[in-house]
């Protein structure tokens, strides 16, 4: 089983990034995937979660508007596309999968992936 982050790098506020998370070794058309992050010395938080069949999506407040979370189950990927990015955006970026959107809600999802880092410069 894997999940493959790409797509983070060095960007100035107010630019856009797309981080890109490409599955392997399971079923992805069964599991709901999230995105989430962690900065240095925080916890790490829910960014945005999609459904198994991309009925649902759901953003954390502080990037409603801004970021849009996207899957192609043809590709076994999911997408963040993200913008008027932030310095406290700056974090590693991890994707998630689990059974249930509630599972990558509570942070318990079946599999992570290593994270991309994301840093937004002032």
């Known amino acids: 089983v894997q999940l493959v982050e790409s797509g983070g790098g060095l960007v100035q506020a107010g630019g856009s990034l797309r981080l890109s998370c490409a599955a392997s070794?399971?079923?992805?058309?069964?599991?709901?995937i999230g995105w989430f992050r962690q900065a240095p010395g925080k916890e790490r938080e829910g960014v945005s979660y999609i459904s198994i069949a991309d009925t649902s999506t759901d953003y954390a407040d502080s990037v409603k508007g801004r970021f849009t979370i996207s899957r192609d189950n043809a590709k076994n990927t999911v997408y963040l596309q993200m913008h008027s990015l932030r310095p406290e955006d700056s974090a590693v970026y991890y994707c998630a999968a689990a059974r249930s959107l509630y599972r990558l809600r509570i942070k318990r999802p079946s599999y992570w992936g290593r994270g991309t880092q994301v840093t937004v410069s002032s």
């Open positions: 070794g399971f079923t992805f058309d069964d599991y709901a």
